[in-house]
């Protein structure tokens, strides 16, 4: 099974930017469906962006579309989201997760098997 391991999150002021990662092990990143969720204080977990296999396939939650890219860097076996003009409300634990099934923008926690342990992502206004 992949083991996932997120890094890249922080605190940053409204409109600044961060590229979170996600490094796989065990497992290439080519051989899943892989996606982004978050979960706010309160909330529950939401779906953020996916990206297909092979990578030539991508989607996004509402909320983020415009301002966030999912890519896959199969060499380095890492997965990214770059998020830029991020706003308060992007302030969220954020989990990469691996799958087999693409849903694209209606995927949900339930088409992921493997989890990574989150990393906080701040957004001060």
């Known amino acids: 099974q992949v083991q996932l391991v997120e890094s890249g999150g922080g605190l940053v002021e409204a409109g600044g930017s961060l590229r979170l990662s996600c490094a796989a092990s065990?497992?290439?990143?080519?051989?899943?469906?892989m996606g982004w969720f978050r979960q706010a204080p309160g909330k529950e977990r939401e779906f953020v962006a996916v990206i297909s296999w092979e990578g030539s396939s991508t989607d996004y939650a509402d909320s983020v579309k415009g301002r966030s890219t999912i890519s896959k860097d199969n060499g380095k076996n890492t997965m990214y989201l770059q998020m830029n003009n991020l706003k308060p409300e992007d302030t969220a634990v954020y989990y990469c997760?691996?799958?087999?099934?693409?849903?694209?923008?209606?995927?949900?926690?339930?088409?992921?098997?493997?989890w990574g342990q989150g990393t906080q992502v701040t957004v001060s206004s």
């Open positions: 997760a691996a799958g087999s099934r693409y849903s694209g923008r209606y995927s949900k926690s339930s088409d992921f098997g493997s």
């Open positions: 065990r497992r290439t990143v080519s051989d899943y469906v």
